[in-house]
């Protein structure tokens, strides 16, 4: 079987660190957050991987094989991003010609139960299978629900309301039934639309096991709390400050009189003290970042708030 990792997006909400880094490239318990998802689909025998890319593809594209030296990788590059629907449908000559094929978000950390999705959706020959999972609390989120096997609607159902984990296995017959347009939500544009008919079955799986959202900075922060057991600190990087539940990449210097608390900060970035930071984000300057953007730019550095 063949799968796919959804890696177009944009990171929005992790800026200004991924106007220099893809989301799906950073690190998390000092691997690359793409990187956790293509170990699980290797540990259920799946050597075949496409990965659609849009913003900022080549550390991508460059990085990701040589992690991975038996693992074909197919790199779809998308000029505009084409939702998760759009996506799937750009490499459909990829993905249609065996009976099912797993699709994973790229932007969240998940060891998904492959064998089991697999199960659920050839017992009802359901036109997918999802992973849903008890939602953090005060998470907010569109609900899935689930009844016995099947889901039963999104926003609203019978059963019981679930958070979509971002982990699908799906029929080959997806295809037939994509919207015949450039960019489509396979969710809205596909799941909704059957489950609302009862034309087709959509299976679910309940799986709470370990899932992050790095989405945020605070959520990152979170997940690498539970991977690390507390700050983590990139290959190359020197500390003699301080750090109390922090993120350092790759290639930093924290001189001595540098205190860091709950602060995330980029490669390549020098901090000599004294200095103090809170509830920081710290990359190096770089004309990728827009002037406008809300940030402090001073002494070569980004300063922005978490």
Same mark, same amino acid.
């Given at each position: 079987m063949k799968a796919m990792i959804l890696a177009a997006g944009l990171g929005t909400r992790l800026r200004p660190l991924s106007w220099l880094l893809p989301k799906p490239m950073v690190p998390l318990g000092n691997r690359p957050? @793409?990187?956790?998802?293509?170990?699980?689909?290797? !540990?259920?025998? @799946?050597?075949?991987i496409v990965v659609n890319v849009h913003h900022l593809p080549e550390p991508i594209e460059r990085d990701l094989p040589p992690l991975f030296p038996h693992v074909r990788f197919h790199f779809s590059l998308e000029p505009e991003i084409l939702g998760t629907g759009g996506g799937v449908r750009n490499v459909r000559a990829l993905l249609e010609r065996e009976s099912d094929f797993f699709l994973l978000n790229g932007d969240s950390y998940q060891q998904p139960r492959f064998e089991a999705l697999l199960r659920a959706r050839r017992a009802h020959e359901s036109i997918a299978a999802l992973t849903l999972r008890h939602p953090p609390e005060g998470d907010r989120f569109t609900a899935v629900w689930l009844d016995g096997a099947f889901v039963t609607g999104?926003?609203?159902? +019978?059963? /019981?309301?679930?958070?979509?984990?971002g982990s699908h296995c799906i029929s080959r017959e997806i295809f !037939? !039934?994509?919207?015949? !347009?450039?960019?489509?939500s396979i969710v809205d544009?596909?799941?909704r639309p059957l489950v /609302?008919?009862?034309?087709? +079955?959509?299976?679910? @799986?309940?799986?709470?096991?370990p899932w992050f959202d790095i989405g945020t900075p605070r959520r990152y922060l979170a997940a690498s709390r539970a991977l690390?057991?507390?700050?983590?600190?990139?290959?190359?990087s020197v500390? /003699?400050? /301080?750090?109390?539940?922090?993120?350092?990449?790759?290639?930093?210097?924290?001189?001595p009189g540098v205190v860091l608390e709950s602060c995330i900060v980029a490669s390549e970035v020098e901090l000599r003290g004294p200095m103090h930071f809170r509830d920081a984000m710290i990359c190096r300057d770089d004309r990728s970042i827009p002037r406008d953007a809300p940030y402090r730019f001073e002494h070569g550095l980004v300063i922005a708030s978490i």
């Open positions: 957050l @793409i990187a956790w998802l293509v170990d699980a689909l290797v !540990r259920d025998g @799946i050597d075949e999104f926003g609203a159902g +019978t059963g /019981e309301p679930l958070m979509f984990s !037939r !039934r994509l919207p015949d !347009r450039d960019v489509s544009d596909v799941y /609302e008919q009862g034309s087709e +079955t959509i299976a679910g @799986i309940l799986d709470d096991g690390s057991g507390g700050s983590a600190v990139g290959a190359g500390i /003699e400050g /301080e750090l109390h539940d922090s993120i350092v990449w790759e290639d930093c210097f924290i001189g």
